[in-house]
């Protein structure tokens, strides 16, 4: 089978992030089964989004129009910018619907093992948002890896020199309905640092 079209395909498929080799096994053998009423609608639509869909050149975000339906909304606060890892974190912040201002996809976080610099990320033209635009606020949402962490870190500094600018972090510790005696030992670390007055 090697080097024919069926091992391609699995081999395509495999390439998907969450996705091992016997998952695109399973996920090629359904397709080609399947050609008709699975195959082909999904290459129609793998062809119209790729016609369709694109980047927002404002904040990185997908959509059908660009600059996208967020950065294009009249009602949105367009003094506040969360700043995100990947377009997944801004879906999941928008299907909280709490947030009402603007994003900032990164395109990743630091990590000097798998070759991503400062570079490769779109802090760059994250500074000139914030230099073109009365941002008051912007807002670090990474996650809590190394990777993630020390980013915040590097944006932070890199942030300082602008007056006038509150540059916040999502809090962190205990999830709520979380058990403290089911904590590690950095989480709970993190919760005691964090602690707020109560009274």
Not at 58 to 82: A, E
């Amino acid at each position: 089978m090697d080097g024919s079209a069926i091992e391609k395909l699995i081999t395509d498929i495999s390439k998907l992030p969450g996705l091992g080799r016997r998952s695109a096994q399973r996920i090629a053998l359904f397709l080609l089964k399947n050609k008709d009423k699975s195959l082909l609608p999904l290459i129609q639509t793998l062809e119209s989004s790729h016609k369709l869909i694109s980047e927002c050149a404002k904040c990185g975000n997908v959509d059908m129009i660009n600059p996208c339906n967020i950065c294009k909304n009249l009602n949105r606060d367009k003094k506040s910018i969360c700043i995100i890892e990947d377009v997944s974190d801004l879906w999941t912040f928008e299907r909280t619907g709490f947030y009402k201002g603007l994003y900032h996809v990164l395109g990743g976080s630091l990590s000097a093992i798998n070759g991503v610099g400062i570079e490769e990320l779109t802090v760059t033209k994250l500074i000139n948002r914030i230099k073109e635009n009365e941002i008051s606020e912007v807002i670090l949402a990474l996650s809590t890896t190394m990777e993630g962490q020390t980013t915040t870190h590097v944006i932070a500094d890199k942030l300082e020199s602008f007056k006038n600018l509150t540059v916040t972090r999502l809090a962190q510790g205990i999830p709520i309905g979380g058990e403290v005696h089911y904590l590690d030992e950095n989480t709970l670390n993190t919760a005691f640092q964090s602690r707020k007055k109560v009274i």
